[in-house]
């Protein structure tokens, strides 16, 4: 295959922007703490119908309605002392959005979502304690691998340029990293990187990308990629940093945890939840406190090695 002069520059533009990373070169010198989760503390703000503009449940609509709830939920982390908060676009994919009706504003959501996370990473960041935004990409609601009539109906193309799309909104709207999380189908994560990537390609654009799968209390994916499996995928297609996030809480991710650090090269990322989330009342509750976390992450670094932490 020949390679245009235009590919050879954007891959040299590409290699400079990775090279004078703040982001990574932080990672570098020392572990960072993500935020903790958006859906639960927009729970906690109790948004109203109105709230919504009539898009009940969609909380990532939350940027265009109430950008001041989400505004203050990252400043909140902030002032906790987190390094890095997570845009509010779990579900902000053309599949995601499209069940509320507005797979037209994909942009709109994504860019605004990030520009809000940069006033608020802004607002605290300082010179010996940078802070930085996270671009969130969760599933797409898909499940590729699967030969489920609906769940499987969909390629590896059209999942790409789902990513690919929302990856430019974010990385436009001025993110540090993208973070493709909570991960079940690892089909569906290399179709997200392969989107990824072309987007950068396309663009010379670069931010460093996180791929964070999700393992359930055997230790594999939803589909049954065991972590071996999967972290042997992330390194052939290349990402920055790999880790696992949500799921089980840190009780069953410290093999998996130790298996990464001990296996790879890359930096690695363990976002765990607060233990297995409890209905209660129709709201998720998680079970572990707060200095029971900061114990078991403690560990993630002290004894396996782990680079991210959050919950």
């Known amino acids: 295959m020949v390679t245009t002069h235009s590919q050879k520059d954007s891959q040299t533009n590409i290699q400079k922007t990775k090279e004078n990373s703040l982001f ?54 902030l002032k906790a002392g987190c390094d890095v ?69 969909i390629t590896f193309g059209e999942l790409a340029d789902m990513f690919g799309e929302q990856a430019k909104a974010l990385v436009e709207g001025d993110v540090d990293v993208l973070l493709i999380e909570t991960s079940q189908d690892i089909l569906e994560v290399k179709a997200a990187i392969f989107g990824i990537h072309r987007y950068f390609q396309e663009s010379g654009q670069y931010v460093p990308l996180i791929a964070q799968v999700t393992l359930d209390v055997s230790g594999r994916m939803l589909l049954g990629t065991d972590i071996g499996s999967a972290l042997t995928t992330l390194e052939t297609i290349g990402v920055d940093i790999v880790g696992m996030n949500c799921s089980t809480g840190p009780e069953h991710m410290r093999e998996p945890a130790r298996y990464l650090c001990e296996n790879t090269e890359l930096k690695i990322s363990c976002v765990p939840n607060a233990g297995l989330p409890i209905n209660q009342d129709g709201l998720a509750v998680y079970p572990l406190k707060p200095d029971e976390m900061a114990s078991e992450m403690v560990d993630f670094v002290s004894q396996f090695g782990v680079n991210i932490i959050g919950g």
């Open 24 to 77: 990574l070169k932080e990672l570098e010198k020392r572990v960072l703490l993500f935020d903790g989760a958006m859906g639960t503390e927009i729970q906690n703000h109790n948004p109203t119908i109105e709230d919504y503009n009539g898009k009940e449940g969609c909380n990532e609509y939350l940027v265009l309605t109430k950008p001041e709830i989400i505004e203050s939920i990252h400043e909140s982390y």
């Open 85 to 153: 908060v997570e845009t509010d676009t779990f579900g902000g994919s053309r599949h995601k959005l499209g069940e509320y009706g507005i797979a037209d504003k994909v942009y709109e959501v994504n860019f605004q979502a990030a520009q809000i996370a940069r006033k608020a990473a802004e607002k605290y960041s300082s010179p010996d304690k940078p802070r930085f935004v996270a671009g969130s990409m969760g599933p797409t609601g898909f499940l590729p691998s699967s030969d489920d009539p609906d769940l499987g109906n």
